[in-house]
């Protein structure tokens, strides 16, 4: 049972615009959320975090926004540009451990 | 630092082989994490290790799937023997504070 879930396997945006990735998760006890980005043949590798305590996190062209109460949490990139195409993986941690819990994944393609 | 290694990066094997994936993790990281990606589920955490003793290893899907971690500077992931829905790409990560850095993943084909 997938408990982070990406529900768009893909996504396409223009330069410049706005590309909001979202995410789902069932299990009430993750207190520690984050995003990995992963291009082809290299390891995914972190982009932004947010814990449970906060509502928005921001850095640079990258914001993740979390709703507790949904469930939900987005990944907001502003302005997009092309080197940002790659696959986004969310992920989320359960409170007093370490372990991740990686989404399916959602292939974003910026389009020049 | 060198970052995460894995080895071998491509590794094509027949059903009911053994196969070994090796992992070196960055210098003075305590925790190592094995991970399989596939298209259908995503990135799956297989087995964890702290100070190299195995924390969790829930996410290991059967007894075919075994792992080590000998030392601090060294961890395997074995199938055997192994089987075409093994075919996946597998990654090594590792972390000491803060957030886990992956390795390059091996990417495994079972015949």
């Known amino acids: 049972d997938q408990q982070v879930k990406q529900n768009s396997p893909s996504l396409s945006v223009q330069e410049g615009r706005i590309s909001i990735l979202n995410c789902d998760y069932t299990?009430?006890?993750?207190?520690?959320f984050l995003w990995y980005k992963k291009y082809p043949a290299e390891g995914p590798t972190f982009l932004i975090s947010?814990?449970?305590?906060?509502d928005k996190n921001e850095d640079g062209r990258f914001t993740v926004f979390l709703n507790k109460s949904a469930k939900h949490l987005s990944l907001h990139i502003v302005p997009s540009q092309p080197g940002d195409s790659a696959v986004y993986f969310c992920?989320?941690?359960?409170?007093?451990?370490?372990?991740?819990?990686f989404g399916t994944g959602t292939r974003l393609k910026v389009l020049a | 630092d060198a970052g995460v290694i894995q080895s071998p990066r491509h590794e094509v094997t027949e059903m009911g082989q053994e196969v070994t994936l090796r992992c070196k993790p960055i210098?003075?990281?305590?925790?190592l994490f094995w991970y399989r990606q596939t298209m259908m589920r995503g990135l799956e955490l297989l087995i964890y290790?702290?100070?190299?003793?195995?924390?969790?290893d829930s996410g290991m899907p059967e007894d075919r799937f075994s792992a080590k971690m000998p030392n601090a500077s060294f961890s395997t992931l074995k199938i055997q023997p192994s089987e075409p829905r093994d075919s996946a790409v597998y990654f090594c990560?590792?972390?000491?504070?803060?957030?886990?850095?992956f390795g390059p993943g091996t990417r495994l084909t079972v015949t």
């Open positions: 990560a590792t972390r000491v504070r803060g957030e886990q850095y």
């Open positions: 299990n009430s006890m993750f207190d520690y």
């Open positions: 947010i814990s449970s305590i906060k």
């Open positions: 992920a989320a941690s359960p409170s007093g451990t370490y372990k991740y819990i």
């Open positions: 210098s003075g990281h305590d925790y």
């Open positions: 290790f702290n100070n190299n003793v195995p924390i969790d």
